[in-house]
């Protein structure tokens, strides 16, 4: 009886065990073109902060402490801290060549951002790779072409 009950149950606890998912939204079978638009979705659909950035291996995550990241529908970047106010442009597009990006992105997609000033925001200009990401959280990575560092930029939700 006992064989035919584990015969019967651990089917049924694998299959439940499969359904389970994380929070992390990479999905490797998803078109390019697919992940592109639910990054942009998920970053439209809120206010973020700044959890931690660092520049090749230093914390400069106090240099945005207060900041409240309003990511607009129309390519608007703005961030806020309730005196000053910083504006840029963000998007996110498709990248399938392989010369652009050392880090392999499961999805092969960039978050751009762009500041022209000040120089603490011109920092986070650049084309990121996309890390992971949830429903709170995105991540990004950049890889210098030139001396191989690596810069960590990650948002939060607010």
Not at 118 to 124: D, G, S
Request: glycine share 6%.
């Amino acid at each position: 009886m006992k064989k035919i009950l584990l015969l019967f149950v651990l089917p049924v606890f694998s299959f439940f065990l499969t359904q389970c998912s994380s929070d992390n939204t990479d999905d490797p079978m998803l078109d390019p073109a697919v992940s592109a638009q639910l990054v942009t979705d998920l970053a439209v659909s809120g206010t973020w902060v700044i959890q931690s950035y660092i520049d090749s291996g230093t914390d400069e995550t106090s240099d945005y402490n207060g900041y409240i990241f309003t990511f607009n529908a129309d390519g608007s970047l703005v961030a806020d801290n309730g005196s000053t106010t910083v504006t840029g442009t963000w998007s996110v597009t498709t990248d399938d060549s392989s010369d652009d990006d050392d880090y392999d992105s499961m999805d092969d997609i960039d978050f751009n951002i762009f500041f022209s000033a000040p120089p603490a925001f011109e920092e986070l200009t650049d084309d990121w790779d996309i890390a992971s990401r949830s429903s709170n959280r995105i991540e990004l990575i950049d890889i210098s072409g030139g001396d191989g560092s690596t810069d960590i930029l990650v948002f939060e939700r607010n």
